[in-house]
């Protein structure tokens, strides 16, 4: 089955600070799906990416479809104490399936 | 309501007992998914209804568990005779066409 990797598990900054997080895929996807969870709710969708090499920003985030299909990556600049959850990534295939990573834990000190 | 909605937010059972999840998908989402996450993990693919063709239940860890929908409207999740270890958050997705899956806050089950 599809495999999604991605990385890093989880990441201690300092506010200020830029933040870079990555998934990789052993198949193509159609799309690419970045989400954040606050505790005890669901994920929410924050950017979405439908070709290859797009580049989308929300904000102060923004995120690639990587060229090869089979990789995305997700940087926020400037972190606030606002942005600690947990980011997914997700992508779509042919089947209209979507498959998502692990999350990445993200703790931001004031 | 505009957003996906699941009931109950939270459940507390029994082990041995049968329960009932429900999802209310966002109207006109024909595609509906339903995961689950156990404490501190990913989201776990359980099964996916698109309109009305068969739906996908290669996810399902265990005959226990089966799902049903209503057109394109209302769903179920049952867990029979549950066991500690399908103690987790069972969220559901619903989306249309080739967007994006938008998200329930989920049912957080626990199995005493």
């Known amino acids: 089955g599809q495999q999604l990797n991605q990385s890093p598990q989880s990441m201690f900054i300092q506010e200020g600070e830029d933040v870079s997080m990555n998934c990789t895929s052993s198949?193509?996807?159609?799309?690419w799906l970045w989400y954040k969870q606050d505790p005890g709710e669901g994920p929410v969708l924050l950017i979405a990416l439908y070709k290859a090499g797009e580049l989308t920003s929300n904000g102060r985030l923004t995120a690639q479809f990587g060229i090869t299909r089979k990789d995305s990556f997700l940087n926020i600049s400037a972190s606030i104490p606002s942005d600690v959850g947990i980011y997914f990534c997700?992508?779509?295939?042919?089947?209209?399936?979507?498959?998502f990573g692990s999350g990445t834990k993200l703790n931001v000190k004031p | 309501g505009a957003g996906v909605s699941q009931s109950p937010s939270n459940k507390v059972t029994e082990k041995g007992k049968d329960v009932e999840l429900r999802c209310d998908p966002i109207?006109?989402?024909?595609?509906l998914y339903w995961y689950r996450q156990r404490l501190g993990q990913g989201l776990e693919f359980l099964i996916y209804?698109?309109?009305?063709?068969?739906?996908?239940k290669s996810g399902l860890p265990s005959d226990r568990f089966s799902a049903e929908r209503t057109g394109e409207s209302v769903s179920t999740l049952t867990i029979q005779r549950t066991q500690q270890e399908d103690s987790a958050v069972y969220l559901c997705?619903?989306?249309?066409?080739?967007?994006?899956?938008?998200f329930g806050d989920g049912t957080r089950l626990s199995i005493l």
């Open positions: 997705a619903s989306s249309w066409g080739n967007q994006p899956q938008h």
């Open positions: 198949s193509i996807f159609n799309t």
């Open positions: 209804f698109q309109g009305n063709s068969a739906p996908d």
């Open positions: 997700a992508g779509r295939s042919n089947f209209n399936k979507f498959y």
């Open positions: 109207s006109g989402h024909t595609a």
